[in-house]
């Protein structure tokens, strides 16, 4: 008798939402970027008004790059990658989901308080507290959701 062969579809709305995500937050990190960097150059560019000047788009800049560009790549790459390397669907299109539009919500969010002026003023650990328990919050999920897509092991 032949063997079965099993399909698995696997979940990759997730791995495309967290794609497209990266292209337009990207996107906005590196436009920002060109327009701290013009304001080096010319500092008019601020219109003198706060929220553009180069203080508090420089941190708008990094942690857009850092944790919307990178974060939603890497994101997208482990969704991708942990459903092919242990042959299985992810656990939750739920948390999958809860974890997508939370991470959103968290960059919209340090977009809107970085440029009005707040932040903690630590280099790359500029957000405030509200925010970094919505981001542990949303990692809980994320590994939540890739544990429990874990097979178990059998000894």
């Known amino acids: 008798m032949p063997a079965c062969k099993v399909t698995i579809e696997f979940n990759d709305k997730i791995v495309r939402q967290f794609l497209l ?3 337009i937050w990207g996107t906005v990190g590196m436009l920002v970027g060109v327009a701290i960097a013009s304001q080096l150059n010319f500092w008019r560019l601020n219109f003198d008004l706060p929220w553009l ?8 800049h ?12 890497m994101f997208a790459g ?3 990658s942990t459903q ?3 042959k299985a669907r992810l656990a939750s299109d739920f948390l999958s989901s ?9 960059i919209v ?3 809107i308080t970085l440029p009005l002026g707040f932040s903690r003023g630590k280099e790359y650990a500029e957000l405030i507290w509200p925010i970094n328990i919505a981001v ?5 999920v994320f590994a939540v959701n890739i544990f429990w897509t874990l097979p178990p092991t059998h000894m």
């Open 78 to 80: 482990v969704y991708y």
């Open 136 to 140: 542990a919050f949303i990692w809980v």
């Open 62 to 73: 990094t942690n857009a790059v850092i944790f919307a560009f990178v974060g939603n790549m």
């Open 21 to 23: 995500a990266t292209v």
């Open 53 to 60: 000047t180069f203080g508090r788009l420089r941190p708008l």
């Open 109 to 111: 969010a340090a977009a």
């Open 84 to 86: 092919r390397l242990v």
């Open 98 to 106: 809860l974890h997508f539009w939370g991470w959103q919500l968290i």
